[in-house]
């Protein structure tokens, strides 16, 4: 490919957070939305990732009449700053109702609920112009196997998919699959699952996906290639770029902090499959540490979106035909050796690097 990417970066509002764990309260002082949309281009973002009640406080609690108004308001917002919604996602695990979870909940009026709070989603998206809906499926799970019929699980959360697609014909919906978390047992735990169910949607085109690094490796799989399957099927939508420690709680580390190998990795797909050069967007799900002080609430995203441009040069200035030799010459503990090399930056001239290769040098 000729041109290099133009990357464009997003984050949403609940990445600049108070710190509150299920351990402890808040350890800073909330901002507003308007104050975090004053962010946004001096940090170098462009595209906010809404939740519906990130754009609507209380949104249940409104007239119809009065959540047109404050969405028209932030859309005003939004328009004053030059940037843009990227998606919105309906919140369905505080309400009461979302208990049992929304589509899959036992109860037939917590269902209803869960549908017509994603219809009032969609309304809201729209009005903050865009198209798109991103479901993180949080409490369409169980904690028990018995608790609830999975297969009826699936089913409905496919009818209500459908459900969305038909209530407005412009709507595309991106999937963001999790294995666990506040579920024990999640419905659509990985990308493979959420590309069945936009197969089997009534209008596959408009069902894609959103993959979060965090979760990816929760399901015990590699972000990189669950990227690379979602890329193979044209459904890679956005993308969550974050770190996770290990199968722990979702920590939503900065990106590549645990792992910068794996980050690395995630950028080379990302690259080498011209991701975002139909205006996708790098997004970022990332969490500040409870330790930060106030001063440094943002810290988080400014550093995970130099360490992506970082390993954007580290990409490009990849020795891809001293790969393509290492491949062909099968010699993938030289290639191991070369990949650290380029990441550590340390040439094979230092004093302390063994020669590259030995199949380059014809042994073997
Ligand atoms: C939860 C998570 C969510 C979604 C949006 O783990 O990642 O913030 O990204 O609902
Ligand atoms: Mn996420």
Redesign the pocket.
């Known amino acids: 490919m000729s041109e290099l990417t133009p990357y464009r970066f997003s984050f949403g509002p609940w990445n600049i957070s108070e710190g509150a764990d299920p351990f402890g309260p808040e350890v800073r002082s909330p901002y507003s939305l308007i104050e975090k949309l004053d962010w946004y281009a001096p940090l170098g973002f462009e595209g906010v990732q809404f939740h519906d009640d990130d754009v609507v406080e209380n949104l249940d609690q409104l007239r119809p009449a009065q959540i047109a108004e404050r969405t028209k308001q932030v859309g005003q917002a939004l328009a004053d700053r030059s940037l843009v919604a990227e998606f919105v996602a309906p919140r369905l695990w505080f309400h009461p109702q979302t208990i049992d979870g929304g589509f899959t909940s036992n109860s037939a009026a917590d269902r209803q609920y869960a549908l017509d709070r994603v219809l009032r989603t969609i309304d809201i998206a729209r009005e903050v112009n865009t198209q798109n809906i991103v479901l ?1 499926l949080a409490r369409e799970g169980t904690y028990i196997r018995e608790a609830k019929n999975a297969r009826l699980a699936y089913e409905r959360i496919l009818n209500t998919i459908n459900a969305m697609l038909e209530y407005d014909k412009e709507v595309h919906i991106w999937i ?1 699959p999790k294995p666990n978390e506040p579920m024990d047992h999640a419905y659509v735990p990985t990308i493979g699952h959420a590309i069945a169910l936009a197969y089997q949607s009534v209008d596959p085109e408009r069902v894609g996906d959103l993959i ?1 690094t965090a979760h990816a490796i929760l399901a015990g799989l590699d972000p990189s290639d669950e990227m690379a399957f979602a890329l193979a099927h044209d459904k890679l939508c956005s993308v ?1 770029l974050n770190d996770q420690n290990g199968l722990k709680y979702d920590q939503d580390k900065a990106f590549g902090s645990s792992n910068l190998r794996s980050a690395f990795n995630q950028v080379r797909v990302l690259e080498e499959n011209g991701y975002g050069r139909r205006g996708e967007f790098v997004g970022l ?1 990332v969490k500040v540490m409870r330790t930060q002080k106030q001063s440094g609430s943002t810290a988080h995203l400014s550093n995970s979106r130099a360490t992506f441009l970082h390993l954007v040069e580290k990409v490009r200035t990849w020795d891809k035909e001293l790969e393509r030799q290492l491949v062909e010459a099968r010699d993938y503990e030289a290639l191991d050796a070369q990949v650290l090399r380029h990441l550590m930056g340390v040439s094979h001239a230092s004093s302390q690097t063994p020669p590259l290769t030995t199949a380059l040098q014809g042994e073997g």
């Open positions: 993180w963001e979060e969550h799900d």
